[in-house]
């Protein structure tokens, strides 16, 4: 089994940067892809940017390309996501994820696609 713990989140005002964190233990993986998602009040969860751990091909939702940037560490099984200008609408429940073991060469943006969620770590932008 995995386990994922993300950390990070908080209240910033607009224009503002935080860097979540999320690390993962238990069962390890020679190759697989791990993913951000947010899901604001009243809204379905929505694919935020991933990573391939081998290889560290990225992918982004277009709402966040030019303000995040996910990046990985694999010597502590620790992915990131730096957010910088952040925006009021940003404003969500921030989780990571991690796929099952295979060859992955994109990270996917599909929720079925991961097997493994943390619990979710609150981001609040402030206008």
């Known amino acids: 089994q995995v386990q994922l713990v993300e950390s990070g989140g908080g209240l910033v005002q607009a224009g503002g940067s935080l860097r979540l964190s999320c690390a993962a233990s238990?069962?390890?993986?020679?190759?697989?892809?791990m993913g951000w998602f947010r899901q604001a009040p009243g809204k379905e969860r929505e694919f935020v940017a991933g990573?391939?751990?081998?290889?560290?091909?990225?992918k982004y939702a277009d709402s966040v390309k030019g303000r995040f940037t996910i990046s990985r560490d694999n010597a502590k099984n620790t992915v990131y996501l730096q957010m910088n200008s952040l925006k009021p609408e940003d404003t969500a429940v921030y989780y990571c994820?991690?796929?099952?073991?295979?060859?992955?060469?994109?990270?996917?943006?599909?929720?079925?696609?991961?097997?493994?969620w943390g619990q979710g770590t609150q981001v609040t932008v402030s206008s």
């Open positions: 994820a991690q796929t099952e073991q295979g060859t992955w060469y994109a990270a996917p943006q599909s929720e079925p696609r991961y097997r493994y």
């Open positions: 238990g069962r390890t993986f020679s190759n697989y892809a």
């Open positions: 990573i391939t751990w081998i290889g560290g091909s990225t």
